[in-house]
């Protein structure tokens, strides 16, 4: 009797080996895995401008006047141009300026001016961007609070006109309405759940008055 190893039929399948799992080489130490690495950077709050914002550009058109009258002056002196210095000519038009109380006066209003604009560019600057409860760097500004709580106001049934002013601890609602005395209570409410997309929401007030009959006429009645 010859033994052997048995032969599959013909026509059974037969599984075919299956090949070893690919090895997965661990990160070495002291190197970010993938998900860190392409970890998003969160964006830097914005800083708005500062409180003297126009100033920079005002000095700037007084600095190249200046730079005009004396580009002039030195152009006259060498005799490239003709004409008179604008320097001389306005000293003359001014005359003989003597010590009196005006002049004494104006000193003063204009150091008192000076010493202003140097406490004002010293004075840190407004409150930046707030951020919003999303996180990954994302902020709103001041004005677009306001915004965000006047829509929200505006789709309280019976509001018919709104607008608000966003302060640093809160955030004041004026609305117009068609008299119903819920509706304080029921914008409140409105207007505070919008503003949980922040990760620090501002206290809400909010103030209603009832609308005169023109005016509900004018914005066709209660919505």
Excluded: F, N
């Amino acid at each position: 009797m010859t033994t052997g190893t048995p032969v599959p039929r013909t026509g059974a399948h037969v599984a075919p080996a299956e090949a070893p799992a690919p090895s997965v080489a661990a990160a070495p130490a002291g190197r970010p895995d993938d998900a860190t690495a392409h970890r998003p950077v969160p964006y830097a709050p914005p800083r708005p401008a500062g409180t003297l914002a126009w100033l920079g550009p005002l000095l700037a058109v007084v600095v190249l006047a200046v730079a005009v009258v004396l580009v002039h002056d030195g152009l006259v002196a060498l005799g490239a141009l003709p004409g008179a210095s604008w320097v001389a000519d306005a000293g003359t038009g001014l005359g003989t300026l003597r010590p009196t109380w005006p002049v004494a006066l104006v000193g003063v209003v204009v150091a008192l001016a000076g010493l202003r604009l140097v406490v004002v560019a010293l004075t840190p600057r407004r409150r930046p961007g707030l951020p919003l409860s999303a996180g990954a760097g994302q902020h709103v500004r001041g004005q677009d609070v306001a915004r965000l709580a006047s829509a929200a106001a505006a789709r309280v049934d019976g509001v018919l006109d709104v607008s608000s002013i966003w302060g640093r601890r809160a955030v004041t609602v004026t609305a117009t309405t068609d008299g119903d005395p819920t509706l304080e209570a029921r914008v409140a409410v409105a207007v505070t759940q919008r503003l949980t997309a922040l990760t620090d929401p501002p206290r809400v007030v909010v103030r209603t008055r009832r609308a005169r009959t023109e005016d509900a006429e004018t914005r066709g009645g209660a919505r």
